[in-house]
């Protein structure tokens, strides 16, 4: 099937159009056919950022515990709260900020026909084309890598008019909350050249160049101006052309202002326009179909089409794959060849206020955005990632040492691009600590994927290292010599029990998801020394730690308990699942240890059916990634369904919440409108990846949790941490896997559903179903398994 999605019409709403992006800069395309907006946003406009030095108050550490040893869990709760208040530190947060629209008022005659919004996902281009007059009208809009613009084609088969306009995003998307006065939008509406200052110390400024047209350029006198104007100034108000069949725009945003000219300069291109378009698709396609996926040979229709069909329950399969290649694309799009990675909505934003100041988040959405990087080989996508966290590590370090009085890094929960201190106040955020554990997986598994030991050595090890130095100072031993982590949040849960404030408040102690990371982040860092063949005597007491860690355990429900600690009972009613992350997304519990993971199984089941109106959209893509390694296909079925049916909009981007208050997720209204959030987008992806693939640093699992209504289908170019890529294609009796080595391999082979071995290997199956296989470097085995 095309990987091209397809609107009937046009966006009203920006959080409907089509996203287009290079990493840097991204471009949303509503489609109008008279009163055109593209928005344009630009990774680093984080307004309102504010850097503070954060008060010592690492004395209140004793204390808390104290209170919390006692059982006074609700003094505990706003303890350090108050301590940070008393010395007035309440530093805000950035909030990712809209750049401006490039605002075109087309001269039509009459009504349009024949229209579409397309977007190619595999050369990442978006596509207006309408009829009036019965004589074609199209518009190209693409965001190029090497010139870091957005480009837009405008082309007719008979001569039109057009007004362009730089404005300042449409002031609709300004809410009245926090003071938006009558006054303030009036200095809002002046703003409308390429310069642009906001209140919260943002100072940016933005070009439109018409780089080809054969029509007639005026400004907004009338008067005329030439194609190859000087740009010794910007044009004020407007710019119309006329008579035209064709005209190129180019679109720059820089975030400084870097002056007319020099803006103007950086618009003068050497190749020609089909030249730029050409380079863009090669590279851009290049990144996208190293992986390919197929669910269905049925005819491309809209996605409107294919939203309405499932709605009733029914979900397409031609919805599945558009949306599993639109993560895709969203991180190709945001991710490459740029200085920051995704925030909570990629690079594509229209509020001037949005939700949770659209920041970085640590205790789940970031890290879910790029769960499908590396399986779908692209590696790169992580690293604007850690440029940003290495670039932040003395922030880390004074978080622990003022807050904590702890040596390492202690990673805050959510953080803008200016700064990596912990700024908000609220309880659950000032006593969540396994950001330091949850990011360092991502910097390890970057090399298992790519076995980069200069990265490993010289930016993986030392960060893990640091933060494993945080949770040396900061748990304590019981009485019983196991460790014990306190105080703690288990995000965002609120645990129930016999003590006063019990489902109120977020404080606790020894959430389990604390001890998961802690052995993760110490196991990975005990491997590294050992390939390294550096610091055994760190490693040795790495290990004890890890000795001393609790056991998991499992409640009376039969449920991976989520505290380990006897006065803080499970929560079934909330979006996280957080202590399940042993099993999902780390590694450590298989289906070789059956008592643990029937108990994740048994959790995850409790917050679908008693909980789910306390889900999101995002928690229906954790789930879904969840019922994976259980090997649920129904699980993942049903979750990816939910989320398509109650919380993806018309152009594929996923809201936070069931955006009809159906009751399906919890309600959250922001502005009047549920948000966006990309990473149920990215979480989508990862999900049917994990179902097709699943591998670890010994073995590889082929379709291991394939829905049953995805009976036919393929998939090329996914990649494990052994080294080996995964091809499949399969059919309702078969399925022939090709297997390519990076390096020389011995690993062990699953095939759950077809295990018969039908050709490619003369071995037998061990007693659990695996085989051996051993490939030297450069080899591709092809093996046909059937039912």
Known sequence: MEKILINKYPATRWNDATPVGNGVMGALVYGAVYDERILINHESLFNWCEDKQIPDISASLPIVRDLMDKGDYKTAEQYYKKALEAENYRPSSGKYYPAFDLHMLFENQNAFTDYSRSLDMKNGICTVRYRENGKKLKREIFASGKECAVFVRLRAEEPFGVKLALEKHDLCDLPDEGGASKQTRELYKKSIYSE???????????????????????????????????????????LRISGATEVVLAIKCEKTPVGAKNLYKTLSFEDDYQTIKFRHRVRFSSLFERTGLSFSNEENISTEELLLKSYDGAVDNRLIEKMADFGRYLLVSSSIGCEFPANLQGIWNGDYSPAWACTYFNNENIQMAYWQACRGGLSEALLPLFNLYDSFKEDYRENARKLYGCRGLLLPLFMDNGCGKKKNLQPHVLYWTGSSAWISAIYFEYYLFTKDTEFLKNRAYPFMKECALFYEDFYVYDENGKLKSYPADSPENRPNGNFEGAGEMSVCINPTMDFALLKELLSNLIFSSKLLGIDEADAERYQKMIDAIPEYEINEDGAMKEWLHPDFLDNYHHRHQSHIYPLFPGYEID????????????????????????????????????????????????????????????????????WRNMGVTLKFMHAGKPPFQIDANMGFTAAVYEALVYSTTEKIEILPALPAELECGSITGICTQIGVGVSLIWDKSTVKATLSARDDVTFKLLSPEYKALVDGLNSTPDKNGYYTVSLTKGEALTLVFSK
């Open 196 to 238: 642009f200052e906001t209140w919260g110390g943002l100072h940016y400024s933005g070009m439109i160049k018409v780089i080809k047209t054969d029509g007639e350029i005026s400004d907004g006198t009338d008067k005329k101006r030439n194609i190859d104007m000087s740009g010794e100034s910007c044009f004020d108000g407007f």
């Open 591 to 658: 289906r070789d240890n059956r008592e643990l993971f029937e108990a994740c199984r048994v959790a995850v089941d409790k917050r679908l059916v008693i909980g789910l109106k306390e889900q999101t959209g995002w928690s229906l893509s954790h789930m879904a990634n969840i019922y994976a390694r259980l090997k649920d296909k129904d699980g993942v079925k049903k979750c990816l369904d939910l989320l398509l049916r109650f919380c993806t909009g018309q152009n594929l981007f996923t809201y936070h919440n069931d």
